[in-house]
């Protein structure tokens, strides 16, 4: 109760505001007492000396009052020999038993004598409401503060750590993060004291521990009253705990529809047990870190299984078979994207000939959409190797495949079927709605070769003629996606890179190995394109090898005699 606002109406007020002590006798409703500046008691109201027995006139304040009202009271006065006058002090407040109360001064005079008069009110509902605003205020940034260390990242394992070093730091002396779902062994994170977290692998019983098996499977919290500290197997508690467990709670922490794990408190000895609103706020936690835990171990799982599926969409590394140099570039439309609509593979002795196949092509669309049916068409061609020797018939098998799918896209494609002729290498080249390959001759002529065809995966019938023709060495043929020459950009970003710009770059490439052709290629319609958006660009160089002093050298050491 503040004196200023609850004083006896009526009553005299000092200069400051505040009422003046009556004369002997006065009966305010509140504890008033009142003390002269060398610290005496002068006076006090009835419920002032039930309050301070020994608040008797003539006795010194300080033994008559709790410590921190004398305290007040000697800062109101001054420290000097000269009493301080006029304005009183600040307000105090502190316990009297198990009550708190706040005294507010105000100068007064008795007899021409000055001295201090007391007003006292009891402050036990405010105080405990302050206490209890700033317990929630502190959890509420710690819980701020949770959300934003946890969802700082993806990692299963540093999530476990960070859930634990807060927990040990906020709730309890020690921590143990237990991960449900680890199969045979159960991967576990602990802290002491908010230091550092260790990590381990066990294989453990979650049943030796009461609570801990239902909190695996997302029942509700077993009560920590339930738990004996006494009977917690040795892999509960930290070697860092450094003593007896006083009390023990087990939090489950919940996940995306299924647990995440379980968080295991712990207190040394001698400390009180969790309290229910302590649990609580403990289950508060808990949820947001096990929507952090579940997130990683989902975004470890989705990154697992992209990477096996980018294993088998992204395009191969090519290599030299049988005395054929081969060379593959890959560039796809989006940044951010690795895969896209462009793709090509190079299977050695496909058919009865046992000639290398090479298959390039354009699926229509960009991204992960176009990539999903690149991959049905690379299996699709995989299945159909035995018969690579007659390639319209693999495209109306492709193209008869695709029909009867869900896929409502299409796909041009180009087959290259490479086999060694002597020196040479004979080259039969089949075209399906794609641009035909270029073909670079030792004198640095480039033509195009004689195929042309239908796409497949949109009509009934796929149509497509064969070229034949012969590498020597020094030669490359390139297979190109429209990628490549439909890339615009330029001085002004609108100019496509065009087919007679690639014919002048293959030109200067006569003699170059499939690798340096495919390089020079990328390097010019990358430039031309700059920062500007393009298409999914793909091509593959055949090269038959020039013949050189490394190949004799080799020969003599035993190998193929290819440069």
């Given at each position: 109760?503040?004196?200023?606002?609850?004083?006896?109406?009526?009553?005299?007020?000092?200069?400051?505001?505040?009422?003046?002590?009556?004369?002997?006798?006065?009966?305010?409703?509140?504890?008033?007492?009142?003390?002269?500046?060398?610290?005496?008691?002068?006076?006090?109201?009835?419920?002032?000396?039930?309050?301070?027995?020994?608040?008797?006139?003539?006795?010194?304040?300080?033994?008559?009052?709790?410590?921190?009202?004398?305290?007040a009271h000697r800062a109101a006065v001054g420290?000097?020999?000269?009493?301080?006058?006029?304005?009183?002090?600040?307000?105090?407040?502190?316990?009297?038993g198990e009550r708190v109360y706040r005294a507010?001064?105000?100068?007064?005079?008795?007899?021409?004598?000055?001295?201090?008069?007391?007003?006292?009110?009891?402050?036990?509902?405010?105080?405990?409401?302050?206490?209890?605003?700033?317990?929630?205020?502190?959890?509420?940034?710690?819980?701020?503060?949770?959300?934003?260390?946890?969802?700082?990242?993806?990692?299963?394992?540093?999530?476990?750590?960070?859930?634990?070093?807060?927990?040990?730091?906020?709730?309890?002396?020690?921590?143990?993060?237990?991960?449900?779902?680890?199969?045979?062994?159960?991967?576990?994170?602990?802290?002491?004291?908010?230091?550092?977290?260790?990590?381990?692998?066990?294989?453990?019983?979650?049943?030796?521990?009461?609570?801990?098996?239902?909190?695996?499977?997302?029942?509700?919290?077993?009560?920590?009253?339930?738990?004996?500290?006494?009977?917690?197997?040795?892999?509960?508690?930290?070697?860092?705990?450094?003593?007896?467990?006083?009390?023990?709670?087990?939090?489950?922490?919940?996940?995306?529809?299924?647990?995440?794990?379980?968080?295991?408190?712990?207190?040394?000895?001698?400390?009180?047990?969790?309290?229910?609103?302590?649990?609580?706020?403990?289950?508060?936690?808990?949820?947001?870190?096990?929507?952090?835990?579940?997130?990683?171990?989902?975004?470890?799982?989705?990154?697992?299984?992209?990477?096996?599926?980018?294993?088998?969409?992204?395009?191969?590394?090519?290599?030299?078979?049988?005395?054929?140099?081969?060379?593959?570039?890959?560039?796809?439309?989006?940044?951010?994207?690795?895969?896209?609509?462009?793709?090509?593979?190079?299977?050695?002795?496909?058919?009865?000939?046992?000639?290398?196949?090479?298959?390039?092509?354009?699926?229509?669309?960009?991204?992960?959409?176009?990539?999903?049916?690149?991959?049905?068409?690379?299996?699709?061609?995989?299945?159909?190797?035995?018969?690579?020797?007659?390639?319209?018939?693999?495209?109306?098998?492709?193209?008869?495949?695709?029909?009867?799918?869900?896929?409502?896209?299409?796909?041009?494609?180009?087959?290259?079927?490479?086999?060694?002729?002597?020196?040479?290498?004979?080259?039969?080249?089949?075209?399906?709605?794609?641009?035909?390959?270029?073909?670079?001759?030792?004198?640095?002529?480039?033509?195009?070769?004689?195929?042309?065809?239908?796409?497949?995966?949109?009509?009934?019938?796929?149509?497509?003629?064969?070229?034949?023709?012969?590498?020597?060495?020094?030669?490359?043929?390139?297979?190109?996606?429209?990628?490549?020459?439909?890339?615009?950009?330029?001085?002004?970003?609108?100019?496509?890179?065009?087919?007679?710009?690639?014919?002048?770059?293959?030109?200067?490439?006569?003699?170059?190995?499939?690798?340096?052709?495919?390089?020079?290629?990328?390097?010019?319609?990358?430039?031309?394109?700059?920062?500007?958006?393009?298409?999914?660009?793909?091509?593959?160089?055949?090269?038959?090898?020039?013949?050189?002093?490394?190949?004799?050298?080799?020969?003599?050491?035993?190998?193929?005699?290819?440069?």
């Amino acid at each position: 109760m503040d004196a200023t606002r609850s004083s006896p109406v009526g009553a005299p007020r000092a200069r400051t505001g505040h009422p003046a002590l009556p004369g002997a006798g006065y009966d305010a409703p509140w504890p008033v007492l009142a003390a002269d500046m060398a610290g005496a008691v002068v006076t006090a109201n009835a419920h002032a000396a039930a309050l301070f027995p020994a608040a008797v006139p003539g006795a010194p304040l300080s033994a008559a009052v709790p410590r921190w009202l004398g305290a007040a009271h000697r800062a109101a006065v001054g420290a000097g020999p000269a009493p301080r006058t006029g304005e009183a002090g600040e307000p105090a407040s502190g316990p009297v038993g198990e009550r708190v109360y706040r005294a507010v001064p105000a100068p007064g005079r008795d007899g021409g004598t000055p001295h201090l008069v007391w007003w006292l009110s009891d402050d036990t509902e405010r105080a405990a409401a302050e206490a209890a605003l700033a317990v929630e205020r502190e959890r509420t940034a710690f819980l701020a503060e949770a959300s934003n260390a946890l969802l700082a990242t993806l990692n299963t394992e540093r999530c476990m750590e960070v859930t634990a070093q807060l927990a040990a730091r906020h709730l309890a002396d020690g921590v143990v993060v237990v991960l449900s779902g680890g199969g045979r062994r159960t991967p576990l994170a602990r802290a002491v004291d908010g230091g550092g977290s260790t990590r381990a692998l066990l294989t453990l019983d979650p049943a030796d521990l009461p609570g801990l098996a239902e909190a695996l499977q997302g029942f509700p919290p077993v009560p920590s009253r339930w738990i004996d500290p006494e009977a917690l197997p040795d892999w509960v508690v930290p070697e860092e705990f450094g003593g007896p467990v006083g009390a023990v709670a087990v939090v489950p922490l919940p996940g995306h529809g299924v647990p995440a794990g379980a968080l295991i408190l712990l207190r040394r000895d001698g400390k009180r047990g969790f309290t229910e609103p302590e649990e609580v706020f403990a289950r508060l936690f808990a949820a947001r870190a096990g929507a952090a835990l579940s997130a990683a171990r989902m975004y470890a799982e989705q990154a697992a299984v992209t990477a096996t599926l980018m294993r088998e969409l992204l395009p191969p590394r090519l290599e030299q078979i049988r005395g054929v140099e081969f060379a593959g570039g890959y560039r796809a439309s989006e940044r951010g994207e690795r895969v896209g609509g462009d793709f090509y593979d190079v299977h050695p002795e496909a058919g009865e000939a046992g000639a290398s196949l090479v298959v390039l092509g354009d699926v229509c669309g960009k991204g992960l959409d176009a990539a999903v049916l690149t991959g049905r068409i690379r299996n699709t061609l995989q299945a159909l190797l035995p018969m690579a020797d007659d390639h319209p018939r693999v495209l109306r098998m492709l193209n008869d495949s695709l029909l009867s799918s869900h896929h409502t896209r299409f796909a041009t494609l180009v087959l290259a079927s490479a086999i060694r002729d002597g020196d040479a290498v004979r080259l039969d080249l089949t075209s399906a709605g794609h641009p035909p390959p270029l073909l670079v001759r030792a004198d640095g002529t480039v033509e195009a070769a004689d195929t042309r065809g239908s796409l497949v995966g949109a009509l009934p019938e796929v149509e497509a003629t064969t070229a034949r023709v012969t590498l020597r060495a020094g030669e490359t043929c390139l297979l190109y996606t429209d990628g490549v020459t439909e890339a615009r950009g330029g001085p002004f970003g609108d100019r496509m890179f065009g087919e007679e710009r690639l014919r002048e770059a293959l030109a200067e490439c006569a003699g170059m190995p499939a690798e340096a052709v495919v390089e020079r290629v990328q390097m010019l319609a990358t430039q031309w394109v700059g920062g500007g958006e393009h298409d999914d660009m793909a091509m593959v160089a055949v090269t038959v090898p020039r013949k050189s002093t490394a190949g004799v050298v080799s020969t003599a050491l035993g190998g193929r005699g290819d440069a």
